[in-house]
């Protein structure tokens, strides 16, 4: 299939999106997808560029056999709107922030993560201020908003193969 390259975004892109890259990540190499959705993080804000993400986000996805200490923050440019399919805010704020940069015509859809994975209208709530428990609930949330996307995107597949006994 074409690649459908998913690009989630946070302000320092330390915390939430790295977290929602690896996860997303591990899911799509668990069903050998992760080729059909390419996906990376961007912040909104510049500074923590070049940096790995928050030693928080990654001890949390430690516990749950991901590694994204590899990963390095960087900020959202105007190529991420041509080079990505679907972009994903992980709050309102960041969302209009995306809004208001997005280039007029761009073809990305723009949306909040928990709307679009999980017909929920809310924020993933930043956890920098907090302690790890913090960490530990925005894990859970990108888990089931990451699972259903994952859902979706296999049974949207199945549809256009005009084959929803099989997604292979
Ligand atoms: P993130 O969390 O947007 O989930 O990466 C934050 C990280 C850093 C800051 C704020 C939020 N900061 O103010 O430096």
New binding site residues.
């Given amino acids: 299939m074409t690649p459908f390259p998913v690009l989630f975004v946070?302000?320092?892109?330390?915390?939430?999106?790295p977290l929602a890259e690896g996860i997303f990540r591990d899911m799509t190499m668990q069903n050998g997808r992760e080729h059909d959705y390419p996906t990376d993080s961007a912040?909104t804000g510049g500074?923590?560029i070049g940096y790995p993400p928050d030693a928080r986000s990654v001890q949390v996805a430690r516990e749950h056999g991901i590694d994204i200490s590899d990963l390095r923050a960087r900020r959202i440019e105007a190529s991420d709107f041509e080079r990505f399919e679907l972009i994903l805010a992980?709050d309102r704020s960041n969302l209009r922030h995306l809004q208001d940069m997005a280039p007029r015509q761009t073809a990305a859809t723009l949306a909040l993560f928990s709307a679009y994975a999980l017909g929920q209208e809310i924020d993933i709530p930043?956890p920098?201020y907090g302690g790890i428990e913090g960490f530990r609930d925005v894990y859970s949330m990108l888990f089931s908003g990451c699972r259903s996307l994952v859902t979706k995107f296999e049974a949207e597949r199945a549809s256009w193969s005009g084959n929803t006994s099989s997604v292979r």
């Fill in positions: 946070c302000l320092g892109n330390i915390c939430r999106s912040g500074w923590h992980m930043d920098y």
